[in-house]
């Protein structure tokens, strides 16, 4: 297994690639933070996807994918 950062054969690391892959803050485009995403679901300000979406500079979608845990699953 030289060279293999994780202890995995090439076939191993496909299968849990998920496992490695890098995730909300921690990719550099990233607009949202886990605060910002735990607002969103909890929505006490009663805000409609279009007003998170204005407010936060992203697109609409963006909010309904956190909204339905589609996205950002790793925060809860």
Not at 9 to 32: D, I
């Amino acid at each position: 297994m030289r060279g293999s950062k994780h202890g995995l054969c090439r076939a191993g690391y496909q299968v849990r690639a998920h496992e490695y892959a890098a995730r909300g803050r921690e990719l550099p485009q990233s607009k949202l933070t886990d605060d910002i995403v735990r607002r969103i679901r909890e929505n006490k300000d009663r805000l409609t996807a279009s007003q998170w979406a204005e407010k936060i500079g992203v697109h609409r979608r963006t909010i309904d994918g956190v909204r339905s845990y589609r996205t950002w699953r790793h925060v809860r």
